[in-house]
């Protein structure tokens, strides 16, 4: 058997809320192709176009399930895949507690952004209802078994604006500040799996594609061959060293666009995604309680500022500072 690893982010760009990078993790027989084409092999169970309405689980890239159908898409996949898993989080503490990485690097719940950080009290489902989640669970389940395989977890690392600065004051660049986020998913893994060769997928950072180095600081201990460097595709093998038994790798694509060809990856991003809303719809309802009318933000661009300077007497009226709110980059 041989473990797929997904791993995607969303809210790299903004200026407020939480940056979050995801893992979702298959295990599939060992026979099947590093990177299979699980659109195609699952087709009677999951399709990858967010307006299609066949009963299927839409699996796509986050932004094209989110401009499809809001929040319900992203919810109904990552909910389902966490059943599959043998996992029902009925609240938001429950899920951030189920898909914390393995040693606490995520500091999901010490260190979220400010008052409105409420996750006990943010209930599971809110945008579909739990027979939907189940639903799905079913097609990731019977889809998987069909092919010899299973949902195996799901891990979010979620960086606050508070946690995101001290991580961009500690390594003065944003890309290495998301790939540390990244690096802590892939020593989970590393850790989780010694003995199973591990296929990971994942996007490029920053434009970057030379990760040779990051790798070897991640694993100081192993040895990174280079296989393939390009600005749209880099694959690395990792030579695990394993006592006593046979040694078993960690074969890395980062490319372009991955969401588009790793189901896994595409199921991370809707992860990532999901989780990222509901820290903003915690933010956003906070504020809306103090200030009638306010308009909600995603946290982009001009509007950011447009809501920083709308909430401005009432975070001075609540004691909330800048760095706990906004992001440095």
């Not at 760009?13 to 939480?18: A, I, N, R």
């Not at 898909?99 to 950080?117: K, L, M």
């Not at 995101?164 to 500040?177: Q, Y």
Request: aromatic share 6%; hydrophobic share 40%; with cysteine.
């Amino acid at each position: 058997m041989a473990i797929l690893v997904g791993i995607d982010e969303a809210g790299y760009g903004p200026h407020l809320g939480p940056l979050v990078v995801s893992a979702a993790a298959l295990r599939l027989p060992g026979d099947l192709p590093p990177n299979p084409r699980l659109w195609f092999a699952l087709r009677g169970h999951v399709c990858r176009r967010p307006r299609t309405r066949t009963g299927r689980l839409v699996i796509c890239d986050s932004k094209d399930a989110y401009a499809a159908r809001g929040p319900a898409l992203l919810e109904r996949a990552t909910l389902g895949f966490l059943e599959a898993c043998g996992q029902a989080p009925e609240t938001l503490s429950a899920l951030l507690a189920q898909t914390d990485v393995p040693a606490g690097a995520s500091e999901n719940g010490s260190d979220a952004a400010g008052p409105w950080h409420r996750p006990k009290a943010m209930t599971l489902p809110a945008h579909t209802t739990a027979a939907d989640v189940a639903r799905a669970a079913g097609h990731l389940t019977r889809g998987l078994a069909h092919l010899g395989g299973r949902c195996e977890c799901l891990w979010i690392n979620v960086a606050s604006p508070p946690r995101f600065n001290r991580l961009i004051e500690t390594t003065r660049n944003k890309a290495t500040a998301l790939f540390g986020l990244a690096a802590d998913l892939l020593n989970a893994a590393h850790r989780q799996w010694p003995a199973d060769t591990i296929h990971v997928t994942m996007d490029c950072h920053g434009g970057r594609h030379y990760y040779a180095p990051l790798l070897a600081e991640t694993f100081p201990m192993q040895t990174v061959r280079t296989l393939e460097e390009s600005p749209g595709l880099s694959r690395y093998d990792l030579v695990r060293a394993s006592p006593g038994r046979q040694a078993a790798p960690i074969c890395f694509t980062i490319a372009q666009r991955c969401e588009q060809r790793s189901l896994a990856t595409a199921l991370a991003s809707m992860a990532a995604k999901y989780v990222r809303e509901l820290h903003m719809r915690q933010l956003n309802a906070y504020f809306q309680a103090l200030v009638p009318g306010l308009r909600a933000t995603a946290g982009y661009g001009r509007d950011a500022w447009r809501f920083l300077d709308d909430v401005a007497p009432a975070r001075n009226a609540q004691g909330v500072p800048d760095a706990t709110i906004l992001r440095c980059r």
